[in-house]
């Protein structure tokens, strides 16, 4: 990814890394007999670095926002689903950026899913990567500390991706 991204000094990357967190949810949306009246999982997307997700008895139910619209992601046979969270959103300067999902649920069957968070170390900071931020692309998100952000996190109401909105710069993004 850093390759990808021509990050200079790619160790920044494996820094912000280096000593994060995995967490592991596992998700079971028992059958609804009136699916169209609830909601698996509420839209948002992850606030971590990349998710790495198993949709186990390969029931359909995720799906992501794209263009305003609702879209199914139809599961694969032993194939792992790979979202991008707000912590790469903000290092990549906006480069990759998070997808807003969600889960419905289904009348017949229940669906098992199982989400492997990948996190930035507590005790560091969340920043764009110096080698993206440039006079031509100056930074679109602050400079705060982990602990900033997971204590505002779970502070605020999980909204789409209403919380990025707390770590951007005003005026500077690109839509
Ligand atoms: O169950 C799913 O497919 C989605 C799970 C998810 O988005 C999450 O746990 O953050
Ligand atoms: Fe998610």
């Known amino acids: 990814m850093a390759k990808a991204l021509k990050i200079q000094q790619q ?6 890394f280096k000593e994060g967190e ?3 949810r596992m998700g079971y949306y028992p059958p609804c007999p009136q699916p169209d009246q609830v909601i698996g999982l509420d839209p948002h ?3 971590g670095g990349l998710t790495i997700l198993l949709q186990v008895n390969e029931m359909q139910g995720l799906q992501i926002k794209k263009d305003g619209l609702w879209v199914p992601i139809n599961p694969l046979p032993d194939a792992f689903v790979v979202n991008i969270g707000d912590q790469l959103e903000i290092m990549t300067n906006g480069i990759y950026r998070s997808i807003e999902h969600r889960a419905t ?13 990948h996190d930035i170390e507590m005790g560091g900071y969340l920043t764009p990567a110096c080698s ?3 006079p031509e692309n100056p930074a679109l998100y602050k400079t705060i500390t982990s602990k900033e952000y997971v204590e505002g996190l779970l502070g605020s109401k999980i909204k789409g991706k209403s919380y ?3 770590v951007k710069i ?3 993004i690109r839509e």
């Open 132 to 134: 993206l931020v440039t």
């Open 164 to 166: 990025l909105d707390v």
């Open 11 to 16: 160790s920044e990357m494996v820094d912000f």
């Open 170 to 172: 005003k005026n500077e």
């Open 105 to 117: 649920v289904n009348s017949k069957k229940e669906r098992i899913s199982i989400a492997a968070f």
């Open 22 to 24: 995995q967490t592991i």
């Open 45 to 47: 997307s992850d606030a």
